[in-house]
């Protein structure tokens, strides 16, 4: 009796089935193309044809940094310039036109940190007090320090001498400790050039 009541409904759910669709698979045929869309192609859809940096091999300031901080603006020259040759640019000699600008922005940011110290659970067995045993579990709280720190934040922009357009930009971080961490803040920041 029990598998006649599910056979029934199953089988009348198949035979519904069986019915045929009232859909139908019908499309609209495609609407033609614009008049104008055969006469030229859009560059804009297209990415940018990749730079060749090979063939940047001098620089120039489009506009010298400042002095930030304890660095004057000729160590601080003297520290991106020194880092522009170390990736291959050399400055452009005087009166020669140059194949990059170079432009640069450096800051010193106060940033607040934390830092958590967590010593966790501790359990245990005691005497103590009136020298009756004692079982235990002890949760701590995490003591949170918060501290201060200057930051060095350089900013390195490229600009084809040419066209004037920008070519590349990278940025870097240091801790502020004077001419440390400019050279630091340089290497962070020329990390990716050239791009690959």
Not at 44 to 72: C, E, K, V
Not at 97 to 124: F, H
Request: aromatic share 10%.
């Amino acid at each position: 009796m029990k598998r006649s009541l599910v056979l029934l409904p199953l089988c009348l759910g198949l035979l519904a089935c069986q019915s045929p669709n009232p859909y139908s698979a019908d499309s609209a045929p495609m609407p033609p193309a614009p008049a104008h869309a055969a006469d030229a192609i859009d560059l804009s859809a297209y990415p940018a044809a990749p730079l060749d940096f090979a063939r940047y091999r001098t620089w120039s300031w489009l506009a010298p940094p400042n002095a930030t901080g304890s660095l004057s603006a000729e160590q601080m020259q003297q520290i991106l310039g020194s880092g522009f040759e170390q990736r291959g640019l050399r400055q452009a000699q005087p009166g020669k036109p140059a194949d990059l600008q170079a432009r640069a922005n450096v800051r010193i940011e106060q940033r607040m940190y934390q830092a958590y110290d967590d010593v966790g659970v501790s359990y245990g067995y005691g005497h103590y007090p009136y020298w009756r045993d004692h079982y235990g579990l002890y949760g701590r709280v995490p003591i949170v320090r918060t501290y201060q720190r200057e930051v060095l934040v350089l900013r390195i922009d490229l600009f084809d001498a040419g066209s004037g357009q920008p070519v590349w930009s990278g940025s870097g971080e240091a801790y502020a400790d004077g001419r440390e961490a400019l050279r630091q803040a340089t290497r962070n920041a020329l990390d990716q050039f050239p791009p690959n």
